[in-house]
């Protein structure tokens, strides 16, 4: 049954495992292997020690988590080299790409909402088509200073698209952002395939050519 309220005025994707799939696992092995450090150790000074957190955030720069990451491991890889490491950890969710085709072709306007950090961020930008080109903005951690589920990142999102939160759907894999979608008036859902997605959006009204 549809809604009897108007379809979204925006429609927000989460980027990872959303648009994008992507493990911790290959990240941590990919530095450890370009710096030769054990990946537990990897995850230890990443996530541990909050440094990946801080990315995210855009509190500290990529060149200023090297930093850490070196003196922290006693190590000094090449920087290029270990950035493309924590970086080439992406695939795309191909069965999302002609979701976001026929969304963008019905004219529904779209932007991705994340947490990430600008490494993350321009490597799938410069990898993924989908990704540059299929959305009007972005609302990112790194860039706004503030990550989900904090209300904060949500209501700067609506601001970016010019609407109130209860006109915007968003979609996350994560049912705690979810949550703190809902908490700020957004109409939320989690992420679990494809199909459940696109039965969602028919339930809202929205109408395209999938």
Request: aromatic share 10%; glycine share 10%; hydrophobic share 40%.
């Amino acid at each position: 049954m549809q809604h009897s309220t108007p379809p979204p005025s925006f429609f927000y994707f989460d980027l990872g495992i959303v648009l994008v799939d992507f493990t911790i696992e290959r990240m941590l092995r990919q530095i450890g292997e370009v710096s030769g450090v054990d990946p537990a150790r990897v995850e230890e000074v990443l996530f541990g020690g909050g440094l990946q957190q801080q990315c995210e955030l855009g509190r500290i720069s990529d060149r200023r988590l090297y930093d850490a990451f070196c003196r922290q491991t006693g190590t000094r890889p090449d920087f290029d080299a270990l950035k493309q490491a924590g970086s080439d950890i992406f695939e795309l969710n191909l069965s999302m790409l002609p979701v976001v085709t026929q969304l963008g072709e019905a004219g529904c306007r779209m932007g991705i909402l994340s947490n990430t950090c600008e490494s993350h961020w321009l490597h799938c930008r410069r990898r993924f088509r989908m990704i540059d080109e299929g959305f009007e903005l972005y609302a990112l951690s790194y860039q706004i200073g503030v990550a989900k589920p904090d209300a904060a990142i949500f209501r700067a999102a609506a601001r970016l698209a010019g609407v109130e939160p209860h006109e915007v759907f968003f979609v996350d894999d994560i049912a705690g952002h979810v949550a703190g979608a809902k908490a700020v008036g957004f109409d939320a859902v989690q992420y679990t395939s494809t199909p459940e997605l696109v039965a969602e959006l028919r339930r809202r009204g929205v109408r395209f050519n999938y």
